[in-house]
Structure formats: structure tokens, C-alpha cells
């Protein structure tokens, strides 16, 4: 919940650009207009410039300007960049309802308290106001028409307005531009809905909602391909709008009537959600939300809030989050609940639903010395490492190797005299002409045996090798001979 000092009357978050749902526009019974930082909630900006009460606010399609209506008279364009006024429009009458068009903000339409006609706006250099008038249509109003059939309109439109006079009089209570932004919709105090277009300002099509019940208000989907309104019948109705090819206007067929009943509530604003259609109850010593399935139409959830009258709420454009304001002017925020898996990031973390007596192991809390601590640590960091030339590490092995080959040797069964005159030989004879051979680190020294018959190698070289020219020999031969291998 938002608590200000202030009291609120209306609020509106952005419904697009890259930042949508991020800020909160707040409208003031003083006729201040805040806004709040949704993710911080901190208020960033206060746009003083009315002297009365917000009666609607609207957000451009970038999320830079803000359109804010007042009792004053008055719509102003904020410049959010800057914090500036950018326009003030002024009226004859106090303002109902104000809304940007969804692609150029240069265009707005308005309502004015007991005006019969909504007021279309261009704040373009060649732009201007006009009255959308509901008694005409784009029959009569063709310039190239002749004289003739223009003094018959002329006559035509007379006798309608005298007809218009005796009748009762029906006022726009609210206006506004569809997605496309091509027609115009007002709904009336006398219950029907008037479709204009948007660029030739001319009536197109009168649509009859209820009988003799004031239009209260209107929103349509992101799609535009649905539209709910808000009557004083206290019945919320959701009507599709399929468009046939080569037609401006849709055909509304009516998906869903929503009301209350047994207890009659009156209704205090309407709106998508998302998948959802949503209703503020006008009771007087409650605070509720009502939202419906929009496809099936059953009844999914109420929100309850405190005592105090709802005034006014707002749905968030891409969270399950609504905003609603009480009589006394403090803002609610409504989120769904969130639960909890803990045990997701800690696997040893157990959810309790109770409170339980907690038992600690018998060396939980147990003091240890740091300085016991500080000498394991440096015990675990300080080894000794041995370090070794690798020239060193392989002859080393070589003559381990050799060593044990000799012992064997002399120690197997076989070995006779003259075995050991030839081992004898062999100690004199360098080892790096008959092996040339280093341990791999994965095999050990104790249990690895090069697989070769020094016997044999050595009868080899002794038979074939000069004795007088033996050290040259080895210097120019760069190849190792080819050494049979044991089968053993």
C-alpha cells in the first residue's frame, strides 16, 4: 500500500514503450499530479498546475508526455523529460474525460460535463477543435452536393434539431480512440454508443448498448478486437468487434453480461487484464475487485480489501498487478502471492509449518581457538615439494630399470657362467646406446620391465661392431638398431 499525505483521486500506469508498468501516475484531490517510480516507490516528478480535482490522466505512446483532465477547465501536456507544461487546452465546461490518440499524441478527444458532444482536438499548426456531433451523418455532409439537395439538408437538419430539442436530452459522458486509432467511440448518457471517424470527424454508426442508462465508462482490449463498457444498469458487458473486409465499422456481438444478483453492485470502472475482465464494486463500506474468466465468463476471483470505498483502479500492463485507490485516498497494490521453494537453492533446508523445538548437535556451538585454527591452515597450504631436473629424472630411471633387468638375470635359474661373464661385459657398455626410454608418470618403477634381452642385444653388438672403432661408430649412427622383443 502507498501512503501519501495527499489524497489521491486517479491513477495510471504507462501502458507502453520499453519501460511499461514502471511508472505510476497519481492524479490529486488538489489537483496536483505525481509520479511514482513503481519498482523504487519513490516519486520522481510533481506537476503542479491545476486548482482542481484529476478526472482522468493518459499516458503518450513513448511514455514521455502525460495528459491530465481537471474540474478546472483545463487538459494539460506534461513533458515528463523536463518536468515542463508543455500545453494548456482550455474549455468552456469542467472535463470528464481526456485520451491521447494511440499513435499520434497530437490528437486528442475529450468530454465535458453535460455537453452533448464530445470535442476532437488537433494540435497540429493547421489543426483545430470539433464537435463530434451525433445528429448527422456522413450522408450530409458532402461539400460537392448541389444546391438543391444542400437546401433540403439544410431543412432536414432544422427540423431534426427541433425534434433533438423535444426529446430529452443525452450528454457524452465518455470518449475513446480504438487501437488502430481510426474511429471514435462515445458513450452516452442515454445508453448508446456513437462510432465516428477519426479523420472526417462524421458519425458512422450508432450502436444501442441499454435503454436509458448512462454509458459510466469504457476500455478496450490490446488488440482491439474486444471492448467492455460500464452502464448504470450495474452490468458489466463484453462485446467482440469483428471487422468484415472492405468495412469500417465492426460488428459487436455482446460474449458476456456481468452484475451482482443478489446484492445489485454498482459498478466503479471496468477493464482487461490480461486474460481477465476486471470491476471495481461501488459499495460503500467495501473495498472489492471483481474478476472474471473473459473467455468462459465464470467468476475466478474477488479481492478484498478494507472498508474504506473503492474511487478508482488500474491494471498493470504486463504483471498480475493492480493498483486501486479508496475514497480516503490511499493507493492499494494487489499482486498474486509467491511460493517459496527454499529448498530449491539449499537442498539441506527443511520448510517447517509449525514452530518446532530446535535440538543442537553436541558440537555445534562449540569454541575453537583461532589460533588452532590459523596453524591447520597453514599445515594444509605448507607441503613439501619435490623438484627435479628432468635429464636427471630420466637417467635416473633408466638405471633403476637396468639395475633391476640385471639382478633377475643373475638371479633366475638359467643363468650360468657363461651368463654372468656377459652381464659383466655389459656394466661396461654405456646404457644410453641400448635404451633410450623414460618412465611414464602413470606406471611405477617397482613393477615396470622394459621388455628386452640384453643377452641378445649384447651378442649382437659384440659380433658386429669393431672394437678399435666402436666410439665412432656410435657417433655417426643417429638410429637406434632394431631390438627383438621377448615374447614374455
Given at each position: ?272 487484464g490480461s486474460e481477465y475482465v476486471v470491476a471495481g464494486a461501488g459499495h ?205
Open positions: 500500500m502507498f501512503y501519501f499525505r495527499f489524497i489521491s483521486v486517479i491513477t495510471k500506469f504507462n501502458p507502453s514503450g520499453i519501460f511499461s508498468g514502471q511508472y505510476l501516475a497519481i492524479g490529486r484531490l488538489d489537483g496536483c499530479v505525481t509520479i511514482v517510480d513503481f519498482e523504487t516507490k519513490r516519486t520522481i516528478k510533481f506537476l503542479m498546475g491545476h486548482v482542481k480535482p484529476i478526472t482522468s490522466l493518459d499516458w503518450s505512446r513513448n511514455s514521455r508526455y502525460l495528459l491530465s483532465a481537471s474540474r478546472d477547465w483545463n487538459v494539460i501536456i506534461w513533458d515528463l523529460k523536463s518536468g515542463d507544461r508543455k500545453q494548456t487546452i482550455r474549455f468552456d465546461a469542467p472535463v470528464t474525460s481526456a485520451q491521447f490518440h494511440p499513435i499520434n499524441r497530437k490528437l486528442i478527444v475529450v468530454t465535458l460535463q453535460s455537453q452533448e458532444e464530445a470535442i476532437f482536438v488537433d494540435l497540429r499548426s493547421e489543426g483545430g477543435r470539433w464537435e463530434l456531433d451525433s445528429r448527422q451523418s456522413h450522408q450530409t455532409t458532402n461539400p460537392e452536393e448541389d444546391p438543391k439537395t444542400a437546401d433540403s439538408t439544410e431543412k432536414g437538419k432544422a427540423s431534426s434539431g427541433r425534434r433533438g430539442s423535444r426529446r430529452k436530452r443525452q450528454a457524452a459522458t465518455v470518449a475513446r480512440f480504438n487501437p488502430s486509432g481510426d474511429l471514435i467511440y462515445v458513450g452516452t448518457s442515454q445508453g448508446t454508443l456513437h462510432l465516428f471517424d477519426c479523420r472526417t470527424k462524421v458519425l458512422v454508426h450508432i450502436e444501442q448498448i441499454t435503454n436509458n442508462n448512462t454509458i459510466k465508462s469504457m476500455e478496450f482490449d490490446n488488440k482491439g478486437s474486444s471492448i467492455v463498457l460500464n452502464s448504470n444498469d450495474r452490468i458489466i458487458r463484453v462485446y467482440s468487434l469483428k471487422f468484415k473486409a472492405g468495412e469500417m465499422v465492426p460488428t459487436m456481438i455482446l460474449d458476456h453480461k456481468f452484475q451482482d444478483t443478489i446484492v445489485r453492485t454498482p459498478w466503479q470502472g471496468c477493464g482487461f460503500k463500506d467495501s473495498h472489492q475487485i471483481f474478476i472474471w474468466d473473459r473467455s468462459s465468463g465464470t467468476l475466478t476471483k474477488i479481492l478484498d480489501g478494507p472498508k474504506d470505498p473503492l474511487e478508482a483502479f488500474d491494471w498493470h500492463p504486463t504483471r498480475p498487478i493492480v493498483a486501486s485507490v479508496s475514497i480516503l485516498g490511499l493507493i492499494h497494490i494487489w499482486v498474486t502471492g509467491v511460493t517459496e521453494n527454499w529448498s530449491a537453492y539449499a537442498p539441506g533446508f527443511d520448510e517447517l509449518d509449525e514452530n518446532v523445538e530446535y535440538r543442537e548437535r553436541e558440537d555445534e556451538f562449540d569454541y575453537e581457538d583461532e589460533s588452532d585454527l590459523e596453524r591447520r591452515r597453514k599445515d594444509e597450504q605448507e607441503r613439501t615439494i619435490e623438484i627435479f631436473k628432468a635429464e636427471e629424472n630420466v637417467n635416473t630411471n633408466r638405471i633403476e630399470v637396468h639395475k633391476k633387468r640385471r639382478k633377475l638375470l643373475l638371479a633366475g635359474p638359467g643363468s650360468n657362467k657363461e651368463d654372468k661373464e656377459l652381464m659383466k661385459e655389459l656394466d661396461d657398455v654405456e646404457l644410453d646406446q641400448f635404451i633410450s626410454f623414460e618412465l611414464d608418470d602413470d606406471h611405477s618403477k617397482d613393477d615396470f620391465f622394459i621388455p628386452i634381452d640384453y643377452r641378445l642385444e649384447f651378442q649382437h653388438h659384440h659380433h658386429h661392431s669393431p672394437p678399435s672403432d666402436d666410439n665412432d661408430n656410435r657417433s655417426n649412427n643417429n638410429h637406434s638398431p632394431n631390438y627383438p622383443i621377448d615374447s614374455s
